[in-house]
């Protein structure tokens, strides 16, 4: 095993556990909805409304990110993104009510992307050839999935050590600010710092670049497939909460299945992505998870809310993680299927982000809103939603391999 092998594992180790763990802050609901509801009494739509707030200044955040991934050193942006993200769920930990809440959610939507998202998608492309690109994103998404785990895992103990369910969630979102805050002090100690002569464009050069994205038609495509997707894999989050209200699922199994979500994870990203370059096409892999995906979400509205069929629910929702990672390992990956070059990785990462991941922004009131407006019937219109978002992304991936496929020997992306 030699130096440069060490290293180029090394690294996307390091850039996988910040990947996943970074965001399981501002995202701790997937995890511990009920108890964070409980404690701060709030609704299914203000939950929502944290969420919304997050998102809402990362899109922005995306957007400003991809002009930095392509200008300044990684080493200290990471480094303050982990060290800040950490200190903001130190203070979310105490519960400090919902505005404050919004607040600590709103400056996470900007720890957590301007200074992290597209300079992590750039490190990994950097990191192994054309061929490469499957199997590291797939590695990624994969180590993501499997470090995630131990942490959920390590949480979950922490919460369970205590009667109060309040009590347990401040202690085991401390665990994962903690957490964060040593990844920040890696990042310092092992990610190099970009070299000066590799940054020669001027800022406006580069944010000039960045808009000229914004007029490839490619570019609109890979934000609708990751739209899409998105859409499907945030949803996904709602299956423990329909779960817990109607198939009689306590708290710390919801917690306990967060942490086998995550070792799916390994499962799913390491196998979408060695697919991936086995079958020579990222796209194939995304329309597979897809088709999945719609038959899953689909068994939702047709199982009865029983609890003797608690155990269906829990193993379809484990297939689906399955599909949901393979694809979600996929879609920054087939960006060199679309024949965008190294060069504007970081703002065509940014640009599809930031459009991307906007669901967040509107998403989760709405699913939130028709849970307390129409009860299971709501949770049903939560799984059709799901259904449309991953039919429209097969759509979307198929007309973009025909374009790539009529286009491989054109070069269409310039700054």
Wanted: net charge positive; glycine share 10%; charged share 10%.
């Amino acid at each position: 095993m030699n130096k440069q092998f060490i290293k180029k594992y090394g690294t996307l180790l390091l850039l996988a556990a910040g990947a996943g763990i970074i965001f399981q802050l501002p995202y701790i609901r997937e995890t511990f909805y009920v108890p964070i509801q409980n404690a701060m009494n709030l609704t299914n739509e203000q939950m929502g409304l944290l969420s919304s707030g997050y998102a809402a200044v990362a899109t922005v955040s995306y957007f400003v990110g991809g002009i930095i991934a392509d200008k300044f050193s990684a080493r200290k942006l990471l480094t303050f993104s982990f060290l800040a993200t950490g200190i903001l769920g130190l203070w979310f930990s105490t519960f400090p009510g919902f505005t404050v809440s919004r607040i600590i959610f709103i400056l996470m939507g900007i720890s957590t992307i301007i200074t992290y998202w597209s300079a992590c998608i750039k490190a990994t492309r950097m990191l192994g050839t054309e061929e490469e690109q499957g199997r590291l994103f797939g590695l990624q998404e994969g180590l993501r999935g499997i470090l995630n785990a131990v942490l959920v895992f390590i949480m979950t103990v922490v919460f369970s050590a205590f009667t109060s369910e309040v009590a347990g969630a401040a202690a085991a979102i401390r665990v994962c600010a903690v957490t964060v805050i040593i990844i920040g002090i890696l990042n310092w100690f092992f990610i190099e710092d970009t070299k000066v002569e590799e940054q020669t464009e001027s800022l406006p050069d580069v944010a000039k670049g960045m808009f000229k994205c914004l007029l490839i038609p490619r570019v609109w495509l890979l934000v609708g497939i990751i739209f899409t997707a998105y859409s499907v894999y945030g949803l996904l989050g709602y299956v423990t909460t329909y779960a817990q209200q109607f198939y009689g699922m306590t708290a710390t199994t919801a917690a306990t299945l967060g942490g086998i979500r995550y070792l799916l994870q390994g499962v799913g990203g390491i196998i979408g992505g060695f697919l991936a370059d086995k079958l020579h096409s990222r796209m194939k892999v995304i329309i597979g998870g897809c088709v999945g995906l719609v038959l899953s979400f689909a068994l939702y509205i047709f199982l009865p809310a029983d609890a003797s069929f608690m155990f269906a629910v829990i193993f379809n929702f484990f297939f689906g993680l399955i599909f949901m990672y393979a694809v979600r390992s996929q879609y920054f990956a087939v960006h060199q299927d679309a024949g965008i070059p190294l060069s504007l990785s970081g703002r065509v990462s940014g640009i599809s982000s930031a459009l991307g991941y906007m669901p967040d922004v509107f998403m989760y009131t709405l699913v939130g809103n028709w849970m307390d407006s129409y009860g299971r019937t709501g949770f049903n219109m939560t799984w059709i939603y799901a259904i449309i978002a991953a039919i429209l992304c097969i759509i979307l991936t198929i007309i973009l391999g025909r374009i790539a496929k009529k286009d491989a020997s054109k070069t269409n992306f310039k700054n």
